[in-house]
Structure formats: C-alpha cells, structure tokens
C-alpha cells in the first residue's frame, strides 16, 4: 500500500561559456504502512497473537504489524562548473534531510514461544508436566511495553572540489575532495539505567579523498583506459537508532 509523492526542480544557469550552474531541489514524501490481513493500523487485534513453534511454523498475527510510516525527504543541490584552459573546476554543496515518523510495537499482541513440536501440542492438549504438577506452557512469552513512537530526523552536509585536468591529448586527471558530516538526532527519552544510551555520535569528519586517471592510447577516443579510487561512506539507516 505504498505512496510515494515526488517534486523536483532543476535551474541550470550559463553565465558565460566558461562559467556553469546547476541547481536542485526535491522534496519526497512517502507512505508505508503495513498491516495483518482483515485488519486495519489501529492496534485492534482480529488475528490474535503469534505463535512460534521451532521447526515447524508460525501462526497467528505477525507480531509487529501493523506499523504506521511515513517519511519524507528534503533536498538542495548546487554545483558550480569553471573552465579555465585545460581545468574543468567543479565545486558543489548537497544538502539532504530525511524525517521518519513511525509506529512500531513489535510483539504488542504477544508471542508465544515453542521450542519443539512436542511442547506445542502438550500444551495444546493442556497436558500436565509432571515435574511442576502444572500444565505445560510455552517456553517463552513476549510482550512489547510503551506506544512505540520515533519521530526524528537525520540532516546531512556534503561539499566537494573536483578538478579535470587534461594533461595532453591523451592523459586527463582527475582528482577531487569530498566533505560529509551526519548529523543524528538525540533520544528524548534516555534510559536512566544505560547512560549510553542518551547520545548518539554524530559523523561530522568523513573526508573522501578521490583520483582517477584516463589515458587515450591513440588520442582519437577509441581505445581508452580508465583508473580511479576513492574513499566512500555509506549512510547509516534510521533503522539502527530507532531502539535508542
């Protein structure tokens, strides 16, 4: 049942034939949720809880459905091209905010636990274990406490210079920089018991370094070949601090 809305404008600019501008902006917004069949996202259970029976199945409602989502995304871009002899000079700056607002209260209508088939169908059958004289249960229990709330956003700053430098008709380099810092939100509600657990770092110094080379054996654009490296960082999920 997703949605997904998308805006985007793009604005390039020649201000002289050696002087370039390029200008983004989107904005997205998307809708998730997700839900148990023949049931709705108001946390009114039809389908049960979930039972889990190792080595065999699971039945009953999916223990962390339904889950409300939404998130929507915030961007600028602008990059700035400068020609000058044999440099091609790029300079630019990324600026991306991601927001989440969920819903999630993983096993909120109870999960009940076998190990075995065995122990599922003494229970079933209200069987009595004769060590405690009481009827089997399962082997474990779960039940999610709290309203399962996360609202928070993620703000994130890029910058980079690139330089193409055509060394002869055959040799062109290619180095550049780029700059990243991502920006966490921080709990609103920390564990007074984990006191780790009220700050979440930052990563404000992901310096990229970046090089490429390409060298045109005939200098006619036919036969070439291609080096290049760098350091890249990948972004870090909501997903890994919404226990937080």
């Known amino acids: 049942r997703d949605r997904t809305h998308t805006a985007v404008v793009s604005l390039n600019s020649i201000f002289s034939p050696t002087l370039l501008n390029e200008f983004r902006w989107q904005y997205s917004y998307e ?12 946390f009114v259970s039809k389908a049960g809880p979930q039972v889990q029976v190792s080595g065999c199945c699971f039945f009953g409602g999916v223990s962390f459905l339904p ?10 871009t602008e990059n700035l091209s400068i020609i000058r002899g044999a440099h091609n000079l790029k300079v630019g700056f990324d600026y991306n905010r991601s927001f989440v607002d969920q819903i999630f209260r993983g096993n ?10 065995n122990n599922f169908v003494r229970a079933r059958d209200k069987q009595i274990n004769p060590a405690t004289n009481q009827p089997y249960t399962a082997d474990q229990y779960r039940l999610f406490f709290g309203d399962g709330a996360f609202s ?11 330089d193409t430098y055509k060394v002869s008709s055959k040799v062109t380099l290619n180095l550049g ?32 370094p970046r090089a490429g080379i390409t060298y045109d054996f005939r200098g006619d654009g036919k036969t070439v070949l291609k080096v290049g490296g760098g350091i890249f960082y990948g972004r870090t999920p909501l997903l890994m601090i919404n226990q937080a």
Not at 31 to 42: G, K, W
Not at 182 to 191: A, D, S, Y
Not at 193 to 200: A, F, H, K, N, V
């Open 31 to 42: 809708e998730r949720p997700r839900v148990n069949n023949n049931e709705s996202n108001d």
């Open 67 to 76: 889950v409300r989502q939404y998130d929507d995304r915030l961007q600028f």
């Open 108 to 117: 909120w209508r109870g999960v009940y636990i076998f190990n075995n088939i």
């Open 152 to 162: 928070a956003s993620v703000n994130e700053y890029a910058s980079y210079i690139q």
């Open 177 to 208: 920089l780029r700059h990243e810092a991502f920006l966490m939100p921080q709990p609103t509600r920390p564990n007074p018991l984990l006191p780790q657990s009220s700050s979440i770092p930052s990563d404000k110094a992901m310096w990229q």
